[in-house]
């Protein structure tokens, strides 16, 4: 198979440049999740959808919630721009806040970030009552 190329779900293709980008998403203990592949400027809840990994995201990147919270290593974080005010509004609201904590909608992948680990929090607060989690488009 050509290595440009990834099958995500049946029968569908994405493409990813040579050298594509390699996150290493785990759970709140430290245990991996899914090692997945990125293209530079996808984000973080975006690839979590397509890769099947289990990041809420209820107001589907609108920076409204915290569900797609993730925690990542201090010197990628450091790395960042510094989150906006909406961002940081709603990181107050996140379940385990840490100080390296961001919303996976806001985090666009560099070339930087490859073999950066992401972590996933215990828990999210979702202020909808249905329960409704969003599907990939």
Known sequence: MDRSRVQIQEQVFRSLPEG?????????KGTPIKTIEANEGDDILS?????DIDLEGA??????????HVILQ???YDA???PSDDENDMLDLAFGLTDTSRLGCQVQVTKEMDGMEIRLPSAT???FVDGKKPTHH
């Open 20 to 28: 594509s980008i390699k996150l290493h998403f785990k759970d709140h």
């Open 47 to 51: 690839l979590a959808h397509e890769w």
């Open 59 to 68: 107001c589907e990147g609108s920076i409204a919630c915290s569900t797609c």
């Open 74 to 76: 201090p010197e990628m």
């Open 80 to 82: 960042l721009p510094e």
């Open 125 to 127: 607060r979702n202020m």
